[in-house]
């Protein structure tokens, strides 16, 4: 950061995570405290989250708050005053670390995408299916129900092949596309083929090699994303990008 955009900075530092805020040309988002939130599935990459997390962490206040801005939550009201978490547990699980290291408040943007909150349990959950807006799996990729989903974010169980999915996105490997769950059914294309013993740097540095001679594979042409080559790094090498962050681990 230059000299001239430091002073800026420091000019212009407000306190952050007011209620409100508002950005030219968009509807004010609420922050609100992920505290009580509701996730939308059961689970997530944990090393992942911790690679969010570190990389919140070394940046400013005034950093995160134009970053978290940018990158708002998405959720659903339902029943009973719950809010549901539709997009964003990885961000949501990883402010919930900072706040636990005393580095900030766990609260973020969000927006809104439905009001369901006059819906039967039945009828929520039967629209929350039908919009995509919930994740019915575990981490062994095995069906279950709504009432299986943790009720709070500290209680989502690692998928360790969901954080090497994400990686494995990041080295150029697959497009990323609008396409529900996408990361996860990369998740379960390499859970049986690409062992992720732990969340150690090593394991990932040794898992994301493998899946990237995979990940053009004739094997894997029928998920979503698939390229069939990239146009990055050969396979025996990882980007500087995913390096720094596999090294936070």
């Not at 929350?128 to 974010?153: C, H, N």
């Amino acid at each position: 950061m230059n000299l001239l955009k430091t002073i800026i900075l420091s000019a212009t530092l407000v306190a952050a995570f007011t209620p409100r805020t508002t950005r030219a040309g968009a509807a004010p988002l609420e922050w609100i405290s992920l505290s009580n939130i509701r996730p939308g599935q059961m689970t997530i990459g944990v090393a992942e989250a911790r690679i969010r997390a570190a990389g919140l962490e070394a940046m400013t206040e005034q950093e995160r708050r134009e970053y978290l801005e940018e990158h708002p939550i998405s959720i659903a009201l339902g029943p009973k005053g719950r809010v549901h978490l539709v997009d964003g547990h990885h961000l949501s699980y990883a402010l919930i670390e900072l706040e636990s290291r005393g580095v900030m408040p766990a609260k973020a943007p969000a927006k809104t995408l439905g009001d369901l909150s006059e819906s039967s349990e039945s009828d929520f959950w039967k629209t929350m299916q039908k919009r995509d807006w919930v994740y019915l799996f575990d981490e062994k990729d095995a069906p279950i129900t709504s009432g299986d989903l943790p009720q709070r974010l500290k209680g989502l169980r690692d998928d360790r092949q969901r954080s090497l999915a994400w990686l494995l996105r990041e080295e150029g490997c697959y497009q990323h596309i609008e396409r529900p769950f996408q990361e996860f059914v990369w998740a379960k294309f390499l859970r049986k083929l690409v062992p992720v013993p732990n969340n150690q740097a090593e394991s990932f540095r040794s898992a994301l090699l493998a899946a990237k001679k995979l990940a053009h594979d004739p094997k894997s042409s029928q998920i979503p994303g698939y390229k069939k080559t990239h146009n990055q790094q050969g396979h025996g090498e990882i980007s500087a990008k995913n390096e720094r962050r596999i090294s936070t681990l």
